[in-house]
């Protein structure tokens, strides 16, 4: 699977957009490109995924870049309650791409 | 539409004991994975089952952990002759099928605590 990097940390003022940015340069084509998130020492929730077109959905958006190289996550209104580990993850294949690889995470600290 | 089920949240054993957890996945999923996170550490894929059927425990430890998810009723992560070191929180995961395009949803979690 291919190995993602990410910032370990980033702030953001509450109700604006966190811009949380991941590098994945080794991804080859059939690897989606997963985010989830865990809030304090809850259990990690999905948040969004995409193989190369941008996603949205009702909590973010996914931007991945034309040569897949790279993604970020957009928070478009972050709230004191998205403070958390942001994880960046790359998933291929079937039987191999049904276990999600955690590294080492952003963590997002949404400020008053 | 209930989430993946996870009990018990907290769970004291004393070393040398067994732990049992239990995972109910998410109505319509088949298919569940457990994870460990170590205190101070990241997640750690352990096992993924199919009902009845053990698909991939490459992140098993080689003794004392087994995991079952049977026909009928929860999947049963089990740990024998724990040991401190087993303190960790465990978490299950569940998906509605197999594959990178299909999410896991994850569960609140066990916390073992080993005396």
């Known amino acids: 699977d291919a190995k993602t990097t990410q910032p370990p940390s980033m702030d953001c003022a509450e109700g604006r957009a966190a811009n949380l940015p991941c590098n994945h340069s080794t991804i080859s084509g059939n690897e989606y490109v997963y985010w989830y998130r865990q809030i304090h020492s809850q259990g990690p929730q999905y948040i969004i995924h995409g193989l190369k077109n941008n996603e949205t959905n009702e909590m973010a958006s996914l931007i991945i870049t034309e040569d897949r190289k790279s993604s970020t996550l957009i928070l478009p209104h972050a709230t004191l309650r998205d403070t958390a580990v942001y994880y960046c993850?790359?998933?291929?294949?079937?039987?191999?791409?049904?276990?999600?690889?955690f590294g080492e995470g952003t963590q997002l600290t949404v400020n008053p | 539409n209930a989430g993946v089920m996870q009990n018990p949240r907290h769970l004291v054993r004393r070393r040398g004991q067994e732990a049992r957890l239990r995972c109910s996945p998410m109505k319509g999923h088949s298919h569940v994975y457990w994870y460990r996170q170590l205190p101070e550490e990241g997640l750690k894929f352990m096992v993924y089952l199919q009902k009845e059927n053990i698909i991939d425990e490459s992140g098993m430890p080689k003794e004392r952990f087994s995991a079952e998810f049977p026909k009928e009723g929860p999947s049963i992560l089990r740990i024998q002759q724990v040991v401190r070191g087993d303190s960790a929180a465990y978490f299950c995961?569940?998906?509605?099928?197999?594959?990178?395009?299909?999410?896991?949803?994850f569960g609140p979690g066990t916390r073992l605590t080993v005396t």
């Open positions: 993850i790359v998933r291929v294949g079937v039987v191999r791409g049904s276990r999600l690889t």
């Open positions: 995961a569940s998906s509605r099928g197999t594959g990178a395009t299909y999410e896991q949803y």
